[in-house]
Antibody
Framework: QVQLQESGPGLVRSSETLSLTCTVS????????WSWIRQPPGKGLEWIGY???????NYNPSLKGRVTISVHTSKNQFSLKLSSVTAADTAVYYC???????????WGQGSLVTVSS | QSALTQPASVSGSPGQSITISCTGT?????????VSWYQQHPDKAPKLMIY???DRPSGVSNRFSGSKSGNTASLTISGLQAEDEADYYC??????????FGTGTKVTVL
């Protein structure tokens, strides 16, 4: 059974870097593409980016320059770093498996990150 | 990239059918058969309901069906049930190898 679990600080100061990790069980990190998606409170979903275990990445143009997604094969994990955060980055952050046919079939439960001033 | 356009809300009575539209451009919805749909109940993670425009994952009820015409994709829920009350999001692959979500639709079962 495939499971994904987000972890990381729930509170980040404005202008600092948000860091989250997704731990994968039931699937090999070397077998798929991996993605991050976020959802501000009461709002819609926003795709952040994806990574392939080979290191290939692609990011949402609106976040490019601030976002880095990395894969940690030995730990079966991948991570998200978002720099220079503001209140607009307050959201529930989800990690997910990204199919090569552009859909997300397994999701984590989500992790709320609040940016404080 | 701009979010795909969905109606803010759609409602129907139990047993009825409803359709949710998802309008994009020729650079996303119209250009690829890579449209997916997600159901999200309050405080829950989204759940994949439809992928590649028409296909249903194992375990998803056949009351859910997808289609596409031009730059607009649609999700139809037939035989509406109380448990179908949720938010629904479409998503599409884009020409830049990125992905864009729709604005989301709240489905209410009257």
């Amino acid at each position: 059974q495939v499971q994904l679990q987000e972890s990381g600080p729930g509170l980040v100061r404005s202008s600092e870097t948000l860091s989250l990790t997704c731990t994968v069980s039931g699937a090999s990190i070397s077998a798929y593409y991996w993605s991050w998606i976020r959802q501000p409170p009461g709002k819609g979903l926003e795709w952040i980016g994806y990574i392939h275990y080979s290191g290939t990445t692609n990011y949402n143009p609106s976040l490019k320059g601030r976002v880095t997604i990395s894969v940690h094969t030995s730990k079966n994990q991948f991570s998200l770093k978002l720099s220079s955060v503001t209140a607009a980055d307050t959201a529930v952050y989800y990690c997910a498996i990204y199919s090569t046919y552009a859909y997300f079939d397994y999701w984590g439960q989500g992790s709320l990150v609040t940016v404080s001033s | 990239q701009s979010a795909l356009t969905q109606p803010a809300s759609v409602s129907g009575s139990p047993g009825q059918s409803i359709t949710i539209s998802c309008t994009g451009t020729s650079s996303d919805v119209g250009g690829y058969n890579y449209v997916s749909w997600y159901q999200q109940h309050p405080d829950k993670a989204p759940k994949l309901m439809i992928y590649e425009v028409y296909d249903r994952p194992s375990g998803v009820s056949n009351r859910f069906s997808g289609s596409k015409s031009g730059n607009t994709a649609s999700l139809t829920i037939s035989g509406l049930q109380a448990e179908d009350e949720a938010d629904y999001y479409c998503a599409s692959y884009t020409g830049s190898s990125t992905l864009v979500f729709g604005t989301g639709t709240k489905v209410t079962v009257l």
